[in-house]
């Protein structure tokens, strides 16, 4: 499968494109399309790298607007997870559908997810044609510990879900160090190691998180995933609200990468801004994330990258914290190369890219990147292409209706319309 791309723009100058075999195969301004490939025209529109979200729950787009405006543990504890107890592998299908819909609407090429029933998951990401990294959560404290152990649980979660392939790659999901025992996160850093797999866990998103570890363990959290070997180059750490100074700088040595999900931190009030300059300066790769459709409850990440730049400049009170260029750099996963974003629109990097209508009102004046970051919203994507196939084109992603009708049914079935 080959595609030329005609008269589009790549930071400012005129370029043509020709993808071959899900590659970018040649750039350059006379580039002739050959016989069989699919032309698009690009007027009007500049190539860009896709979107990257390093933290979501896809198939919670079925939750959307349940629950909303309450605290988390009521929100988890009254609506979610009762719901989720009586979830079928078809309902997460079909959220999982519904949200990469959404997805290739605004963007995104690529997430990192985490949720029950992960081989549908993966069904759905394939289906759906976008990139993902799934992890089945891992519990074993508390109501949800099963009779099996964590090596039992993990094996099973990772079996679903399958080999690394082209679209979908397999993660180990420990869901927090509150649900998870000493045991079961030492068993995972060390299945992690072996097997050459990431970690992907919520860390540091409530106050009470880090008091109940100090109580516990005698440590701050990122000081007690360490002890037991959970931190390093393979982990993704989602939120990172509550970690402080000493926290940062162990994960910036061993290589960690921290998400920030600023939009479903606003929503659930969790008491404080991610500390994004001290993680920068510790040099630790960061990503952004929206969260599950539940707690967000969008997953645009062009409207959740400028909540980002717009609240850590007001909590610094420094207008040149989170510049646009910076901001562009984490929505696409250019600054936590774990994620797994593509670098640049570059001879021989993955087909994964969007054009952008660049005669639109809020991107046809002024500088491109700040009305990226500042003015545009998932609305201004006119085509997404991942591993070099048309998901979208011109705002019309095939199927669209048949994925909403039956992500309808599927909340009808859970009493959740
Ligand atoms: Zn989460």
Same mark, same amino acid.
Request: aromatic letters at 4%.
């Given at each position: 499968?080959?595609?030329?791309?005609?008269?589009?723009?790549?930071?400012?100058?005129?370029?043509?494109?020709?993808?071959?075999?899900?590659?970018?195969?040649?750039? &350059?301004?006379?580039?002739?399309?050959?016989? &069989?490939?699919?032309?698009?025209?690009?007027?009007?529109?500049?190539?860009?790298?896709?979107?990257?979200?390093?933290?979501?729950?896809?198939?919670?787009?079925?939750?959307?607007?349940?629950?909303?405006?309450?605290?988390?543990?009521?929100?988890?504890?009254?609506?979610?997870?009762?719901?989720?107890?009586?979830?079928?592998?078809?309902?997460?299908?079909?959220?999982?559908?519904?949200?990469?819909?959404?997805?290739?609407?605004?963007?995104?090429?690529?997430?990192?997810?985490?949720?029950?029933?992960?081989?549908?998951?993966?069904?759905?990401?394939?289906?759906?044609?976008?990139?993902?990294?799934?992890?089945?959560?891992?519990?074993?404290?508390?109501?949800?510990?099963?009779?099996?152990?964590?090596?039992?649980?993990?094996?099973?979660?990772?079996?679903?879900?399958?080999?690394?392939?082209?679209?979908?790659?397999?993660?180990?999901?420990?869901?927090?160090?509150?649900?998870?025992?000493?045991?079961?996160?030492?068993?995972?850093?060390?299945?992690?190691?072996?097997?050459?797999?990431?970690?992907?866990?919520?860390?540091?998103?409530?106050?009470?998180?880090?008091?109940?570890?100090?109580?516990?363990?005698?440590?701050?959290?990122?000081?007690?995933?360490?002890?037991?070997?959970?931190?390093?180059?393979?982990?993704?750490?989602?939120?990172?609200?509550?970690?402080?100074?000493?926290?940062?700088?162990?994960?910036?040595?061993?290589?960690?990468?921290?998400?920030?999900?600023?939009?479903?931190?606003?929503?659930?009030?969790?008491?404080?801004?991610?500390?994004?300059?001290?993680?920068?300066?510790?040099?630790?790769?960061?990503?952004?994330?929206?969260?599950?459709?539940?707690?967000?409850?969008?997953?645009?990440?062009?409207?959740?990258?400028?909540?980002?730049?717009?609240?850590?400049?007001?909590?610094?009170?420094?207008?040149?914290?989170?510049?646009?260029?910076?901001?562009?750099?984490?929505?696409?996963?250019?600054?936590?190369?774990?994620?797994?974003?593509?670098?640049?629109?570059?001879?021989?990097?993955?087909?994964?890219?969007?054009?952008?209508?660049?005669?639109?009102?809020?991107?046809?004046?002024?500088?491109?990147?700040?009305?990226?970051?500042?003015?545009?919203?998932?609305?201004?994507?006119?085509?997404?292409?991942?591993? &070099?196939?048309?998901?979208?084109?011109?705002?019309?992603?095939?199927?669209?209706?048949?994925?909403?009708?039956?992500?309808?049914?599927?909340?009808?079935?859970?009493?959740?319309?």
């Amino acid at each position: 499968m080959s595609l030329t791309v005609i008269n589009a723009t790549i930071d400012g100058e005129r370029m043509r494109m020709r993808v071959e075999d899900g590659t970018i195969a040649k750039i &350059g301004p006379r580039i002739r399309p050959r016989d &069989g490939d699919e032309v698009i025209d690009a007027n009007g529109m500049a190539i860009v790298p896709g979107l990257v979200n390093g933290h979501t729950h896809a198939a919670m787009t079925l939750f959307r607007g349940h629950g909303d405006d309450l605290p988390l543990m009521r929100w988890l504890q009254e609506v979610i997870w009762p719901v989720e107890a009586r979830l079928e592998d078809e309902d997460v299908y079909w959220g999982t559908r519904l949200a990469c819909l959404e997805m290739i609407r605004t963007g995104t090429v690529r997430f990192w997810d985490m949720y029950w029933h992960p081989s549908a998951t993966a069904r759905a990401v394939e289906d759906a044609g976008i990139r993902a990294t799934l992890a089945g959560p891992l519990f074993d404290l508390g109501d949800a510990a099963g009779d099996d152990g964590m090596p039992q649980m993990a094996e099973r979660g990772l079996e679903e879900i399958g080999e690394p392939r082209e679209l979908v790659a397999p993660a180990l999901g420990p869901h927090a160090i509150y649900t998870v025992s000493e045991g079961g996160l030492r068993w995972i850093a060390e299945a992690s190691a072996e097997r050459d797999i990431p970690i992907h866990i919520h860390l540091s998103e409530t106050e009470e998180e880090v008091v109940r570890c100090v109580a516990d363990h005698g440590v701050r959290p990122a000081e007690y995933l360490d002890r037991l070997g959970v931190l390093g180059p393979r982990t993704v750490l989602a939120h990172g609200v509550w970690l402080d100074e000493s926290e940062l700088a162990l994960i910036g040595e061993r290589g960690a990468t921290v998400v920030t999900n600023p939009v479903a931190n606003l929503k659930l009030a969790v008491g404080r801004v991610f500390p994004y300059r001290a993680t920068r300066r510790h040099g630790i790769p960061i990503g952004l994330g929206t969260n599950g459709a539940g707690s967000n409850n969008s997953l645009d990440l062009l409207q959740d990258v400028k909540i980002l730049a717009l609240l850590q400049k007001h909590e610094t009170h420094d207008p040149s914290t989170l510049p646009a260029a910076d901001a562009w750099r984490i929505v696409t996963g250019q600054a936590a190369p774990l994620l797994g974003g593509s670098e640049r629109i570059e001879e021989g990097q993955p087909a994964d890219f969007l054009l952008v209508r660049s005669d639109t009102p809020e991107l046809g004046v002024g500088d491109f990147t700040a009305a990226l970051i500042y003015a545009a919203s998932g609305a201004v994507i006119d085509t997404t292409v991942v591993n &070099g196939r048309v998901l979208m084109s011109g705002g019309v992603v095939e199927g669209a209706d048949e994925v909403i009708a039956k992500a309808r049914e599927r909340c009808v079935r859970l009493g959740l319309d």
